[in-house]
């Protein structure tokens, strides 16, 4: 019996049970009378049906995921398996082949001594399937026999369902939870095994980034520096793009709540919008299509030197109209919740509107501002796809917008594709720099929703 | 009262009886303040003038993108054809006939010497540089017309082939001055026609760019999506009935708020990076597949979910529980019952943003190896697949006019997708949006 | 004094107003006047109108869209919905005074100095100190906050709030000060201090005061109106509205029969 066939096997099982139990539960109320049952037919039914399923259902997902080192077990005391070469990587290989083979996902053979491992594969395969199958439906039917067995008319089934919903619905909150941990856990585990290779201190402080020279046996020492990506960073996400996202987003914002009639509003702040759900992959495709050449050209006619066609202004400005919705909105929310007679006060001491916004408005809704701009720098820095087509490879701590600068998150995407051996210091700086810009933008994010939280209670 | 005092600004002592004006009434008709009043108007002016440039700036860059997206890759949805003489009889074409009446033509064909009987005759007809200005797609359209019409094969046929690269972008006006000549002789002979490059919806990448098509990584794409979406929403809107209706206000629940906050606001390389550590290293699952991006995405795409549902259940008035509550639902009853199918419009409006925020995430997918070239379609969620703005990337790497068409026509494919997205989440908003 | 109270000194005047919002008639043809000698309450049940009609004097109704103003209303004979009226300017000189304390979050100093400053009528930073000074001390505040004119104005009590206000609202010379239930947040106490700084003000500026409170009303202005439904039913002498109103709603209204 293939493993669809059982899962399909034990839900019918559910099905019936819930049939049996429903019908029975009817056939008891119409005896008992309604006051007298505590539960719904439907209820006992449920009741019945979660108990057939559910505990084959999760003896299934143990068993898909012990089997395969019971058949690997036994494919291993097969006669076939004696002429296997020691050296584990053929070795390795060839018995994936033959369970490829033998599961259907590989048609022939790379190697001819895998097709003799195919058989056995296949009967192990064959033994275990059905013995977890056969386990299967024997709980199903304990499971269901049990609960069968309870529906009586004091019985309290929707209690015992609406607990279990309630587990349900708790278990999926905790899944973020679980996410959380899991980020902060990776991070922090391959961090350490970077960090025992390369010291910590060299790596927040050093000027030097060469990590293609430490794989190359050149040692780490120096190798990673990672200031040069810090600056960077700091240079397209921080200073670039906020210069264009901070006046253009503030002044779209106190056009479009202070000015524009109702009708402009509405059109355009949903068009503005339209700039946050471009992917990031599409704005860097523009930037280094686009932008980048006309800014190189453009510096070369003012005679800029070391303009590159990879410039951090290029992906800076791109990023700063990506940003531009979110720190509008930001603002756009803070002016907003300045009370209105913040803003009467001052028309009626005769102050024109661009007096009440500049000198009332926008101070009072300062703090919400900057909190939105944290965030929306926060966003910048850990955005990736903008920087890694546009802004270049060559860590250079420099102040010239015009050249090419990396970033953080460029360099992780550097190093943890193509070919990469989970080992290396290479590969587990990527984690390394991963940790900081969590760590970073978490800090940013706390420190942002802190300010704007602050301030909105100030007004109410 | 005190009506003298008036006349006498700065006069008098403050807190005195007799109180005075601070100061007499300005004169507001003196040329000064009417000059300062005008260099007042002049800023209101120049500040709502900034004002509109700042949104007319903005929204002018989006256009510029649109535009430039659509003016790159709306070529790239058509091909310039060659029409090509064959003359299948001297040609020495490695094919038995009678397999062609059977369903295996196109097997049988795909064995036979078709592209070395495409450069030949495109040699002959038109010079030595013809098999150069034939797209290797030519093989598909040759093929193709021999199984509608089998009996071509023992004459001289016409058959209209897609051009290579070269005499595409050349004919489209971006060439090489050789393959402009090239496209001037073709257009003289009467050979060159525009088509519609439907090959580009259905095939996948390639290495030439008239043979690629987006379909292998759209297909990637919806695998991806569907995971993620079968993942995320059941799971987010579990959360949010549980957060908002269910949770008991003590330090595990503020640590799952926390949790969901902080999650909505990690950069999404960071999720790739977890979906590289555990889906991949620790539990093998395959690389590349779109069960893991999908997984991937679903952890990214949970807090949106989460807190759009929350604000959707919130909306839902206390009066509408207490009646269901009065009337002697239980907990679980009144919130499946009543709660969730009111808040549903604005539970799926928020899923929809959050789905459309997955499709066009990158960064994340580049983590967990989906940058692999895959030439054909994944069959299911464990294949080998690409996706839209994955296929975009890469072949935004590839150097040359015919891929920077195709790179944009694909970013077109996917900007459709995403705002035919968008758009209905703002009709549900619109359309159920209730004011309680 | 004497000398004044036979000069017409009619400061504003309103003739014929009607306040409409989209359709709805929030005021229906009041006519009124305001003079430099007396004070006058607009007094009424809630929704009556009377704060709207406040609002057309130093147009403050042009914030909210879809009002519209029809009739004459003039300050010093000039229409203030004229071509030729310009709003900052109309605002500088009709001052006015929120229901609820409304200061800037800035310093308690540039809150008053924010009009001056505004319509440049301080001539260096001395003068500005002058003009913040003598505001605050008319106002009745100095001496509460002389030695922390740098903190916030948000920090202060609601009374010592509104008085920051008023002096706010003196500080660019006005000519007329509407105030707006002015005392409607403030406890008795704080009540009474404005109450006292409103008799300190009469007589140097025309004061437009609207008011729920019967007795603030009898104790503050001179001259009376009562509005009801948008209309203004009757005006007069305060003296004479609180003792022997001619109309029946107004005598049900003061003696507490309505409102």
New interface residues.
């Given amino acids: 019996m293939s493993g669809t066939m059982t899962l399909f096997v034990v839900v019918a099982l559910g099905a019936i049970g819930w049939i049996v139990a429903r019908a029975r539960a009817t056939r008891m109320q119409a005896e008992a009378g309604r006051l007298a049952t505590n539960s719904l037919p439907s209820q006992h039914g449920w009741y019945v049906a979660l108990w057939t399923a559910l505990p084959a259902l999760v003896f299934l997902a143990v068993w898909a995921n012990v089997t395969p080192a019971l058949v690997l077990d036994s494919v291993l005391q097969a006669p076939a398996a004696q002429a296997l070469p020691a050296d584990g990587f053929t070795r390795s290989a060839i018995l994936g082949e033959a369970r490829a083979i033998a599961s259907g996902a590989q048609a022939a053979a790379f190697n001819p001594q895998s097709m003799t491992l195919v058989e056995p594969f296949r009967d192990a395969a064959r033994h275990y399937g059905g013995m977890g199958a056969l386990l299967a439906v024997i709980l199903a039917f304990a499971g269901g026999a049990y609960a069968l067995s309870r529906v009586r008319p004091a019985f309290t089934a929707?209690?015992r369902i609406?607990k279990l919903?309630?587990w349900?619905?708790?278990?999926?909150?905790?899944?973020?939870?679980v996410?959380?941990a899991?980020?902060v856990g990776?991070?922090l585990?391959?961090s350490m095994r970077f960090f025992s290779m390369v010291n910590p201190l060299d790596f927040l402080t050093g000027l030097k980034w060469s990590p293609q020279s430490a794989a190359m046996g050149y040692g780490n020492e120096d190798a990673f520096g990672a200031v040069p990506l810090f600056w960077g960073t700091i240079f397209i996400g921080a200073i670039i793009a906020m210069v264009v996202a901070i006046?253009?987003?503030?002044?779209?914002a106190?056009?479009?709540t202070?000015?524009?009639r109702p009708q402009v509003r509405k059109w355009?702040k949903?068009?503005?919008e339209?700039?946050a759900?471009?992917?990031?992959?599409?704005?860097?495709?523009?930037a280094?299509?686009?932008v980048a050449p006309a800014l190189r050209s453009f510096a070369a006619a003012v005679g800029i030197p070391g303009a590159s066609s990879e410039s951090a202004l290029a992906a800076g400005l791109v990023m700063g109209?990506m940003i531009?919705p979110f720190v509008?909105s930001m603002a756009d929310d803070s002016i907003a919740a300045v009370p209105q007679a913040m803003r009467d006060g001052s028309l009626a001491m005769g102050a024109?509107?661009?007096?009440t916004?500049?000198r009332v408005l926008i101070p009072a809704a300062l703090p919400g501002v900057v909190g939105g701009v944290l965030?929306a720098v926060?966003?910048a820095?850990?955005?990736?796809?903008i920087v890694?087509?546009a802004a270049g490879l060559a860590a250079n701590l420099t102040l010239n917008p015009f050249a090419s600068v990396t970033t953080v998150?460029t360099q992780?995407?550097q190093l943890?594709?193509g070919d990469q051996e989970?080992d290396s210091a290479k590969t587990l700086a990527?984690?390394a720099l991963?940790l900081v810009?969590?760590v970073v933008?978490?800090l940013l994010?706390i420190v942002a929703?802190r300010v704007v939280k602050k301030y909105r209670e100030a007004y109410e | 009262?005190?009506?003298?005092?008036?006349l006498t600004p700065?006069g008098a002592t403050?807190?005195a009886a007799p109180?005075?004006?601070?100061?007499?009434?300005?004169d507001?008709r003196g040329e000064a303040?009417r000059r300062?009043?005008a260099r007042?108007?002049a800023?209101?002016r120049r500040?709502?003038l900034?004002?509109?440039?700042?949104?007319l700036?903005?929204?002018g860059?989006?256009a510029f993108?649109l535009v430039?997206?659509v003016g790159?890759g709306a070529r790239g949805f058509t091909r310039t054809q060659i029409a090509l003489p064959i003359d299948f009889q001297r040609s020495a074409i490695l094919i038995d006939p009678a397999l062609l009446t059977g369903g295996n033509a196109e097997q049988a064909l795909a064995g036979a010497n078709l592209p070395a009987v495409i450069d030949k005759a495109a040699e002959t007809a038109f010079g030595e540089n013809g098999a150069r200005m034939i797209s290797p797609a030519a093989q598909t359209a040759v093929r193709k017309a021999i199984i509608a019409d089998p009996a071509i094969l023992t004459g001289t046929a016409t058959i209209t082939v897609p051009a290579s690269e070269g005499i595409d972008v050349a004919a489209k006006g971006q060439g090489s001055a050789a393959n402009e000549a090239a496209v001037a002789r073709l257009q003289q002979a009467g050979a060159l026609s525009t088509g519609l490059n439907l090959r580009f919806l259905t095939a996948s990448d390639g290495t030439d760019p008239t043979l690629v098509g987006i379909w292998g990584a759209l297909k990637g794409s919806l695998l991806t999506m569907a995971v993620t979406l079968a993942l995320s929403f059941?799971?987010?809107?579990?959360?949010a009935?549980?957060?908002e209706e269910?949770?008991p206000r003590n330090r595990w629940t503020d640590?799952?708020e926390v949790?969901?906050?902080?999650?909505a606001?990690?950069?999404?390389?960071?999720?790739g990076?977890?979906g590289?550590?555990?889906f991949l290293?620790l539990m093998h699952l395959p690389r590349s597949a779109p069960l893991v991006g999908g997984m991937t995405l679903a952890?990214m795409t949970?807090?949106v979910i989460?807190i759009a549902g929350r604000n959707a259940i919130k909306a839902v008035p206390p009066s509408i529980r207490d009646a269901a509550l009065g009337i002697g639902a239980?907990?679980?009853q009144v919130v499946f019952h009543h709660v969730l199918p009111l808040a549903l419009p604005g539970i799926l409006t928020g899923t929809i943003i959050g789905m459309?925020?997955a499709?066009?995430?990158?960064?994340p997918l580049?983590?967990i190896?989906m940058?692999a070239f895959v030439a054909s379609p994944p069959h299911g969620v464990m294949d080998p697949a690409s996706v839209l703005?994955?296929q975009?990337?890469l072949w935004?790497d590839e150097v040359g006019h015919g891929f920077?068409e195709k790179?944009?026509a694909a970013?077109i494919v996917?900007?459709a997708f995403?705002l035919t997205m968008?758009s209905i989440a703002?009709y549900l908003r619109n359309k159920f949006e209730k004011k309680w | 004094?004497a000398?004044?109270q036979h000069i017409p000194n009619v400061k504003m005047s309103a003739q014929g107003v009607n306040v409409l919002y989209g359709e709805k008639q929030a005021i229906r043809d009041v006519s009124i006047e305001v003079d430099?000698?007396n004070v006058t309450a607009l007094i009424g049940p809630s929704g009556c109108g009377k704060s709207t009609f406040l609002r057309t004097l130093n147009r403050m109704n042009d914030t909210v869209s879809g009002a519209r103003v029809e009739g004459r209303i003039t300050l010093d004979g000039d229409d203030i919905y004229g071509a030729d009226m310009?709003v900052?300017?109309l605002r500088?000189?009709v001052g006015m005074v929120f229901q609820k304390p409304n200061p800037f979050p800035k310093s308690i100093y540039e809150n008053v100095a924010y009009g001056p400053r505004?319509?440049?009528?301080a001539h260096g930073k001395a003068d500005l100190d002058e003009?913040v000074e003598?505001?605050l001390?008319?106002a009745g505040l100095?001496d509460e906050v002389k030695d922390r004119l740098h903190e916030s104005g948000t920090a202060l009590s609601g009374g010592q709030q509104q008085r920051l206000c008023i002096g706010r609202a003196?500080?660019?010379?006005?000519?007329v000060i509407l105030m707006d239930e002015p005392c409607s947040a403030l406890d008795p106490i704080a009540t009474a201090r404005i109450e006292e700084l409103i008799l300190?003000?009469?007589?140097?500026?025309a004061i437009v005061i609207v008011t729920h409170n019967m007795q603030q009303a009898a104790r503050v202005s001179q001259h009376t109106a009562f509005f009801h439904l948008g209309r203004l039913v009757e005006q007069g002498p305060t003296t004479e509205i609180f003792t022997n109103p001619r109309e029946e709603r107004t005598k049900d209204y003061i003696t507490g029969r309505y409102g």
């Avoid at chain 1, 349900?168 to 973020?176: E, K, N, P, T, W």
């Avoid at chain 2, 109180?19 to 300005?26: E, G, L, S």
């Avoid at chain 3, 505004?118 to 009528?121: A, D, E, N, R, S």
């Fill in positions: 929707r209690r609406e919903v309630m349900l619905l708790l278990g999926a909150s905790l899944i973020a939870i996410t959380t899991g980020i990776s991070l585990f391959e006046p253009l987003g503030l002044m779209s106190v056009y479009l202070q000015y524009a355009m949903p068009t503005l339209v700039l759900g471009v992917p990031t992959v599409v704005y860097g495709y523009f280094a299509l686009t109209v531009i509008s024109t509107t661009s007096e916004i500049r965030l926060s966003r820095i850990g955005e990736t796809m890694v087509m998150t992780m995407v943890l594709t989970f990527a984690f991963g810009l969590f933008t978490l994010n929703l | 009262m005190t009506g003298q005092a008036a700065h403050p807190g109180a005075p004006r601070i100061a007499a009434p300005t507001w303040m300062r009043i007042r108007y800023a209101e500040f709502r900034m004002g509109l440039a700042a949104v700036l903005s929204a860059f989006l993108l430039t997206m790159n059941p799971v987010g809107v579990f959360a009935l549980y957060l269910y949770a640590l799952i949790s969901i906050n902080n999650l606001a990690v950069p999404s390389i960071i999720f990076l977890l590289l550590a555990i290293n952890l949970m807090p989460v239980s907990p679980v459309a925020r499709l066009g995430e990158t960064a580049l983590m190896g940058r703005p994955v975009i990337f935004s920077i790179t944009s970013i996917l900007l995403l968008n703002i | 004094m000398d004044m430099l000698e310009d900052v300017q500088a000189r505004i319509h440049g009528l003009i003598k505001s001390r008319r100095w003196i500080a660019v010379e006005p000519e300190d003000l009469r007589g140097n500026y």
